[in-house]
């Protein structure tokens, strides 16, 4: 139980834990990882028979990581300790994880079976944020969850040393979910009741706006393929449609599509290809060092586009690009240095300035990212 100043609500939360274990035989011990309360709830922790553990670093995730780190039983359930949650369900946890699952997730929506107490959860948040945010959660990380913010959970001590989880804040709960997504965990959900949040003295550590914030932010920074790789290539496209119409000098319907149309495909194709490398950059870099799962798909990339293939790739790029500016400083010479008014030469040669950009990015990623790539020793 992750605790910051709960006295209103934490003994009654120790002792329906207590009631679990005994009624149902589990072995178990109840943690409280304290947070720097100053309304005595230490004391009452004690006083209730949990042991106590203090964690000096703020922060939702921060508190968890120190209870969980102390716990010493094979499996973990964390639940706030705020009454919301009724631990009189943990025996529910417990033995979806004795059946085989690494992880198991509370669902308190009814779309996964679950029940919401009037006055249990704000109306933005039960029929926006959350259906929102899990909708996207499920869809960019395939997570087989309809209730991502659910903080009653239980899972393996060892599936929580794998995830290696580094999230301090609200976000840390998605983080763990996540994760055990893309790492391949065994999820299972079960459906729970929320009830009011039994506090008096002060109100919900959670901020919508933040943590909401916090939590799509997590969601971008875990997915290169959606920050920058599926962006990267609809600006690339985009461009490519440009160049269709633009390098021939097409006319449509008595639209000329020239060279200022084929600037802003250029654009394009530059930045679609910058983003396109942030996301080799950044999926290296997050497996090498362990924030997300090896990738197959990006193994194999590597197979072929290997730092040779990719300077020379660059080679070919600016000697033709390099090739097309001269044509046009030719072309600008033939004509006696004076004003370039030849469209199809404006064209060829914005054409030669984004083949040698792009060959010159290429030779400086395929050197990055092959430092990136480096295995530790």
Aim: glycine letters at 12%.
């Amino acid at each position: 139980m992750p605790c910051l100043n709960e006295a209103d609500t934490l003994e009654t939360c120790i002792r329906k834990a207590q009631r679990a274990f005994r009624e149902h035989q589990i072995a178990g011990e109840v943690v409280v990882a304290d947070n720097g309360s100053t309304d005595g709830s230490q004391e009452i922790a004690q006083r209730a028979g949990a042991r106590l553990v203090s964690v000096p670093r703020r922060g939702y995730g921060s508190c968890l990581m120190g209870g969980i780190d102390s716990a010493r039983g094979k499996y973990v359930v964390m639940a706030d300790a705020d009454d919301s949650y009724d631990f009189l369900e943990t025996p529910k946890f417990v033995e979806a994880l004795t059946q085989g699952h690494d992880l198991v997730q509370g669902c308190r929506l009814p779309s996964g079976g679950g029940r919401v107490k009037p006055g249990a959860m704000p109306f933005t948040h039960r029929w926006i944020g959350n259906p929102v945010l899990t909708f996207v959660a499920r869809l960019m990380f395939g997570i087989p969850v309809r209730d991502i913010y659910c903080g009653f959970r239980g899972f393996t001590k060892t599936l929580y040393k794998r995830l290696d989880l580094r999230c301090g804040g609200m976000e840390f709960a998605t983080e763990m979910i996540i994760k055990s997504a893309l790492f391949g965990a065994k999820i299972a959900e079960i459906p729970i009741t929320l009830h009011p949040d039994g506090r008096k003295v002060h109100g919900p550590h959670l901020k919508t706006l933040r943590d909401g914030w916090r939590t799509v932010r997590f969601f971008l920074l875990s997915s290169p393929r959606w920050l920058f790789l599926f962006p990267g290539v609809l600006l690339i496209g985009l461009g490519g449609v440009g160049y269709y119409t633009t390098l021939p000098g097409l006319v449509i319907e008595g639209a000329r599509f020239d060279a200022h149309i084929l600037l802003l495909a250029s654009l394009g194709i530059l930045c679609g290809y910058a983003s396109i490398l942030f996301a080799l950059f950044a999926k290296t870099f997050a497996v090498t060092e362990g924030l997300l799962p090896p990738d197959r798909q990006l193994q194999q990339f590597f197979r072929f586009a290997t730092l040779e293939v990719g300077l020379v790739i660059s080679f070919v790029a600016v000697a033709v690009g390099g090739g097309l500016l001269l044509f046009g400083v030719d072309e600008w010479r033939s004509g006696g240095l004076t004003t370039l008014n030849d469209s199809r030469s404006m064209r060829l040669s914005i054409l030669g300035f984004t083949l040698v950009f792009l060959g010159f990015q290429t030779v400086l990623s395929s050197f990055f990212v092959s430092i990136l790539g480096m295995n530790r020793k």
